[in-house]
């Protein structure tokens, strides 16, 4: 198990994808399981898939990615025809990787039943779970206590209901969740995880991104708004409740790494971003090269950038295999994967990544290349240090795991940047020179203006940079976990060891 979370957070990972659709005319399962296969970044460890026909829900979720959960037609078909449906991917970012903790949740209370879906994180989760008395809970996630408070309220209609339980959470969320005959979509009043509303024939669809609409037929609408509640029946979508909203933070590593880069959030084409970061970082750190290459898939579109920009050629020094599958021999699986274009002996390579989390993987890498025969290997990262875990949504290794963290210095960079030596990682890493872009280059490249004036403040975007600055958005309480909600309320085989 060690072995396979050393693997799994060499990359930071989302803690899911959520999609639902209303549409009583359209097979809503088949349109669920198309979108999954489209979210399938965004959660590899889980997949479900609930339908409700109006009088009650079918629902089949388990382990692994979509094609592992859904493996035939019959399976689609079990789930039946119905008026909509809401589909999940996870990463576990509360509770372990268990089937357990697979999504969506169906619970039932009397004659009420309800199925939620949840993109991001909790982090008062342990307080909200004393607040569940009457029903009990198989899991060990944030997600199934909110469906149980909403299902234990005592008030009569669902728009009470929500607004009753919303103003209780603390931490970053996008819901999906529906009752036998409605669909809600959710999203918390800092609009940290993305959550988006389009249309589909005479239906409607909500997903984490848009890249998935062109693939079964629906088309952009409008994305939900921080702390905004809809509710879609067959008179459409209608907001029905909206928390206040002080200040935005849209999560910024969604441009970086999660999303794909055919998807438009926050009202920027997520490809463009990444393209722009390639550019800017050749302004921040030119370097006299014969190659650029990227390490795929997330790192090729600034790497395309980079090589346009600079005028040194693209070229594939890497090919990974797209078809290998999963497997359960992990120890250095990553590295199988790639192939490694033999024509480097005797080139200068950049090598361009989006991010870098614990550098071991990079640092392998690098040997790899010179063995191969490159001479000089440059490294550009399309993204700040990562100097601290995430509590939002994102599944982080420890502090003292990210490499910019052990490299960290005291003094900050006066910009709400915290100073990493970057000689120091350039070392252990192997390579002849090493560059983070700028956090103002980011933000630049995220759209943000004025970033070139003496007195900009990057706190008072619209975005969060928790990861990249350690300065949270929402105030934490210092116990955050994991595996908070699980021993000693839950059986210690449901535990994933750390």
Known sequence: MLKKKLKRNNKLHDKCGVFGVFAPDLGVARLTYYALYGLQHRGQESSGIAVSNGRRFKLKRGMGLVRDVFKTEKNIDALGEGILAVGHNRYSTTGSSHIHNAQPFLL?????????AHNGNLINSQELRKKVKEITLSSTTDTEIVAALLLESKKTTWSERFAEVLPQLKGAYSFVIATRDLLFGIRDPLGIRPL?????????????EDCVFPGIGATFVREVKPGEAVIIDKNGPQTFYQQEVKQE?????????IARPDSTLHGESVGKVRERCGE??????PVEADMVMPIPYSGITAAIAFARKSGIPFGEGVIQNRYIGRTFIQPDQRMRELGINANLKGKRVVVVDDSIVRGNTLKDFVSLLRNYGATKVHIRIASPPITDP???????PKKDKLIASRFEKKKPLGINQKAVDVEKIRTFIGADSFVYISLKGLLKAAG???????????QKTKFCMACMNGIYKIPLGGKENKFMLENPLYPSELIEKE
């Open 280 to 285: 800017i970082l050749v302004q921040e750190a």
């Open 448 to 458: 943000v203006k004025d970033t070139d004036k003496k007195n900009f403040d990057p």
């Open 249 to 257: 933070a849209f999560c910024i590593f969604e441009y970086v790494y």
């Open 390 to 396: 995430c509590y939002y949504g994102l599944d982080t």
């Open 108 to 116: 039932k209370k009397d004659e009420r039943q309800i199925v939620i």
């Open 196 to 208: 988006i509303l389009g249309k589909i024939n005479n239906g409607w669809v909500l997903s984490s």
